[in-house]
Nanobody, 127 residues
Framework: VQLQASGGGLVQAGGSLRLSCAVSGGALDTHNLGYNMGWFRQAPGKERELVAAIPWHGRGTYYVDTVSGRFTISRDDAKNTVYLQMHGLKPEDTGVYFC?????????????????WGQGTQVTVSS
């Protein structure tokens, strides 16, 4: 399974970005991503944290409290792509954002469920 994250950049506080994660390889159906997907971030000097996740069937989402109401995770199974729409960005949202996949469809809210990772995309929010 290969994951390619993109869409990061430099934005002022209050601005918006949309991250994309293209998934390929593995045992994908033609038009069905089929994996639990998560977006993680790692801020400088801090541990990586799960910020948003969506199960393979798309029914339900998870957000860490600090982004709830500002970030939206979604998936387009026809394109094998998962998105993270971020609004109202704050300087504390700065970090490297990674997408990750769990083909085994375990608990999508659990950090430890994810075993395939993309390379990360940098998000920098200036004050």
């Amino acid at each position: 399974v290969q994951l390619q994250a993109s869409g990061g950049g430099l934005v002022q506080a209050g601005g918006s970005l949309r991250l994309s994660c293209a998934v390929s390889g593995g045992a994908l159906d033609t038009h069905n991503l089929g994996y639990n997907m998560g977006w993680f971030r790692q801020a400088p000097g801090k541990e990586r944290e799960l910020v948003a996740a969506i199960p393979w069937h798309g029914r339900g989402t998870y957000y860490v409290d600090t982004v709830s109401g500002r970030f939206t995770i979604s998936r387009d199974d026809a394109k094998n792509t998962v998105y993270l729409q971020m609004h109202g960005l704050k300087p504390e949202d700065t970090g490297v954002y990674f997408c990750a996949a769990d083909p085994l469809r375990r608990d999508y809210r659990n950090y430890g469920s994810y075993n395939y990772w993309g390379q990360g995309t940098q998000v920098t929010v200036s004050s």
